[in-house]
């Protein structure tokens, strides 16, 4: 179905704003503000483009098998399908890998680390951290440079990205991935062409009748997942600061050592099993849920809630009192979290493998 030209031509123009404020021409429509963007990593076409190459470059790991693409595919909105995120020799971490669409809208990135704060900081952690065990780069800085430094596509794409400091280093490697993710925009779903593009038969009855349910006071579900990001953890680059939410859900009466929540880092008792509110854009696609994967599908996401959740622990959110849902309606909030799907940001070239089958950079993703 052809969009409506005004929504096209709000968008072009609100993209050519932004452009002029910042050097970049940001995929976005006139409701929809850009990500913060720190002073000393402007964004910029070459730098993304490169770093959508490094994004796919198994390189970056130590034996050339992990990509951070092996986390985070694209078609599943940039999650893997899996429980837990696994990494290099098959090591797996504790957590579920978070999905990437509007990343760059985030003032904190992990499930339960409120220092994580920047994207260029964080793309550190995959490659060099040992906790668990992901790309394994620790002490390979030196070959990974080499190795990127060799390649035909890095001799040219590093200078036009950085031309004050051209070579391959951990400065310009993690500000190109940084800047590849703000790019990560999604903003196309079937609701967003309702809601604010003025088509009205975007979304099904179904899904219409699930948006009121989302948003009433029975269910609750909007007071978390709120706004146009549909998380209450937001920073735009309007904003002089992000709001976080943090929130226990009743998974566990006693949250395993291996992943405990927000307590881990502030040793405060009223943060054990408090973990970061995910956001709900393409939720349909990035299944399995909660922060440890324990939840196989939608609807066991919904019963989970309408049962207070599986477990008492005296941190557990007083927004969890659970509730009373009939199989339509519980069919209905389906249909409206489907509806949340961007498949235009799922397939867009953009943000897709850049590289050839069988370069030194592909990898192999083995499915769960």
Known sequence: MRRPVIGAAACLLAGAAFALETGYDWPLPDWMPPPPVPADNPMSAEKVELGRHLFYDARLSRDGTVACVSCHVQDMAFTDGRAVAVGINGSTGAKNAPGLANVGYLPVLTWANPHMDSLEFQALIPMFGENPDEMGSVGQEDAIFAAL?????YANAFPAAFPERPAPDLYTVTRALAAFQRSM?????????????????????????????????????????????????????????????????GLYADYPAAAPGLIEITGRSQDAGRFRTPSLRNVAVTAPYMHDGSIPDLRGVIEHYASAGRADHPMKDGMIQGFKASEAEIADLIAFLESLTDEEFLSDPRLSDPWPEGHPASVTRQMP
């Open 149 to 153: 430094t060799a390649d035909p596509f």
């Open 185 to 249: 925009i999604s903003v196309s779903s079937p609701y967003d062409r309702f809601k604010r593009m003025g088509e009205k038969d975007a979304l099904s009855d179904a899904a219409k009748r699930g948006e009121q349910l989302f948003f009433d006071h029975k269910f609750e579900c909007y007071h978390c997942h709120s706004g146009v990001h549909f998380t209450d953890t937001i920073q735009t680059a309007l904003m002089l600061e992000g709001e976080v939410g943090y929130h226990n859900t």
